[in-house]
T-cell receptor, first 113, second 112 residues
Framework: GQQLNQSPQSMFIQEGEDVSMNCTSS?????WLWYKQDPGEGPVLLIA?????ELTSNGRLTAQFGITRKDSFLNISASIPSDVGIYFC?????????????FGKGTKLSVKP | NAGVTQTPKFRVLKTGQSMTLLCAQD?????MYWYRQDPGMGLRLIHY???????AKGEVPDGYNVSRLKKQNFLLGLESAAPSQTSVYFC???????????FGSGTRLTVV
């Protein structure tokens, strides 16, 4: 079936640093979504992308829908402690997976000791 | 507006016991989903529903059953719990395919 490769699996941040993560797929997607999950909570939608090449911002977060439609990245600028959590990408191909979202395995953001 | 509500939040079962997890949404969403989340595995789709009275299998349906008798509720049943079903279960809903899902806060299930 369709799979998303999300990287990195984990990363450590220091307050003020910029963060970058991405998702790639061997399949074309029509929609890319980015979610954040805080400990003990469900994922919350951060950014939705519906068009190839689209670049969308939500505060300090910026995400792009790759031109090839097979990838997407999420950048966080000037990170703060509350950015800690797990970030998931999700993609949708209307013609596959019965129209359901496919999720990456997540990027875990932690604070450097 | 509560969004997606899952009950219970925590549960410990003995192997072989049965239980039902309840998901309720008040957003009049057509589509509802049950996922399980395990370390390093991300979110895996168990079953889903595209409307009242419909259900379909996802990626990991074995050992689970579901029902969608009312549009706002989606029930996940475990007939005979196994330790492999120890996980965090999330319910989600959406108005239309291709749009972002709204997730509940999860049910942490331990089977001993």
């Amino acid at each position: 079936g369709q799979q998303l490769n999300q990287s990195p699996q984990s990363m450590f941040i220091q307050e003020g640093e910029d963060v970058s993560m991405n998702c790639t797929s061997s399949s074309i997607f029509n929609t890319w979504l980015w979610y954040k999950q805080d400990p003990g909570e469900g994922p919350v939608l951060l950014i939705a992308l519906y068009k190839a090449g689209e670049l969308t911002s939500n505060g300090r977060l910026t995400a792009q829908f790759g031109i090839t439609r097979k990838d997407s990245f999420l950048n966080i600028s000037a990170s703060i402690p509350s950015d800690v959590g797990i970030y998931f990408c999700a993609g949708l191909n209307y013609g596959g997976s019965q129209g359901n979202l496919i999720f990456g395995k997540g990027t875990k953001l932690s604070v450097k000791p | 507006n509560a969004g997606v509500t899952q009950t219970p939040k925590f549960r410990v079962l003995k192997t072989g016991q049965s239980m039902t997890l309840l998901c309720a949404q008040d957003m009049n969403h057509e589509y509802m989903y049950w996922y399980r989340q395990d370390p390093g595995m991300g979110l895996r789709l168990i079953h889903y529903s595209v409307g009242e009275g419909t259900t379909a299998k996802g990626e990991v349906p074995d050992g689970y059953n579901v029902s969608r008798l009312k549009k706002q509720n989606f029930l996940l049943g475990l007939e005979s719990a196994a330790p492999s079903q120890t996980s965090v279960y999330f319910c989600a809903s959406t108005r239309r395919q291709g749009h972002g899902y709204t997730f509940g806060s999860g049910t942490r299930l331990t089977v001993v």
